[in-house]
């Protein structure tokens, strides 16, 4: 009696062919995720880390402030400290921003470049404050670091001046009507 399954490609009867098919289904996807979600996952990681003992207040004032006191030898310890803060504080801006670029990216992959959402903004301001806030829960668990809400707002505000940003690159993209 004969085999009614169909031979494969490799010749044989062993039925592999729709699992290869299937396998071809989802690696596009499996791409996609590769090329959209891992950066702003690798991202988070690496806040994640910073938030870290090795990251803490402390830790960064050795490379920072001998920097500071190299370039301006006759600053004060005052100034050299608040102009450490203010690094710190413009470091968290920073990698927030970056996260919600990031993050934007992931949720707008069809478009090239991707139309202006106020409703995906939103949301990925949204996952950008949830993000914060859990990493200064995580804080609370560091024994040198001290978890603050301002640095929430200022993490949030630092992903807020990215949205900000990629808002005003649209605006500059967007072709302008001919008269």
């Excluded at 949301?123 to 949830?130: E, S, Y």
Aim: proline share 9%; net charge positive.
């Amino acid at each position: 009696m004969p085999n009614p399954r169909p031979f494969c490609k490799f010749n044989c009867d062993s039925g592999c062919r729709p699992r290869r098919i299937l396998f071809f289904l989802r690696v596009p996807k499996f791409r996609a995720f590769l090329k959209y979600w891992l950066p702003p996952l690798v991202w988070m990681v690496l806040i994640f880390s910073g938030s870290s003992d090795s990251h803490s207040y402390e830790h960064s004032s050795l490379l920072v402030e001998p920097f500071l006191r190299w370039l301006f030898p006759k600053m004060s310890q005052a100034h050299i400290g608040e102009i450490h803060h203010l690094v710190r504080k413009c470091a968290h801006l920073t990698e927030y921003a970056v996260l919600a670029l990031l993050l934007w990216r992931a949720l707008n992959r069809p478009g090239n470049p991707p139309a202006w959402s106020w409703s995906k903004a939103g949301g990925t301001l949204l996952a950008v404050f949830l993000y914060a806030a859990s990493d200064e829960f995580h804080q609370r668990f560091v024994p040198t670091r001290t978890p603050l809400v301002s640095d929430v707002f200022i993490d949030a505000a630092g992903g807020a001046i990215g949205l900000l940003a990629l808002w005003i690159f649209h605006l500059c993209r967007k072709p302008k009507p001919e008269k």
